[in-house]
């Protein structure tokens, strides 16, 4: 009787620590991305295209620089990671939590956050992104596609104590924001696409190898 006391509680250790086992789940390591309470990645937890809606206030100039930020993350990891709509009809007007991933190019911006070029809202359930929104901040910023003369967004730039020619590389911009809308959080260093700060005319068009190892942990 003794023995299968024991057993029995054995039995009760045992199934405690698979219950313990299901509920909290295991930690990851960041791999420069956001994490939840948990110390897990948050991720669109798929390698299947996501839907990315362009709106039309992006302007037609800018968009190739766009394309080719998208290919950038898209060459690294060796498949589609966005599967591109430009039907506005589809989203918002303006950017909200619609259950639709949208890139916005703002004319309107919070007057305390006018030092923001971007912005990428993510929303998660669990370790699971639900949707992603993209702000480009058109009304303090200029922006270039490779011609740094041809500058389009804020018209008002003197506002800001800043001259008619300064301008921000919309590609460098949206390889970091595209970064935010995969997961990745921000990271110091001068040659990641993830660092905070983007200078006038910084052309910080290439993926940096920790930005490289941070997306194939994920997305490979
Ligand atoms: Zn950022």
Redesign the pocket.
Known sequence: MKKLGLRILILMIASVALFLGACSPTPQKDCGFVQNIYGQRITWKTKAPVKLYIHQSVPAELKPALFRAIDTWERQVGHKLFEISEDSSQVSGSPSRDNKNAIYFLSDWESDRSSEQGRTSVYWAGDQIQEADIRINGSNFSYYDQDTSALVGSSSLTKRGLTERTGYSFEALLL?ELG?FLGLK?RDGSSTVMA?HLAAFNDRTQLASVDQESVMCEYN
């Open positions: 970091h935010h921000h905070t």
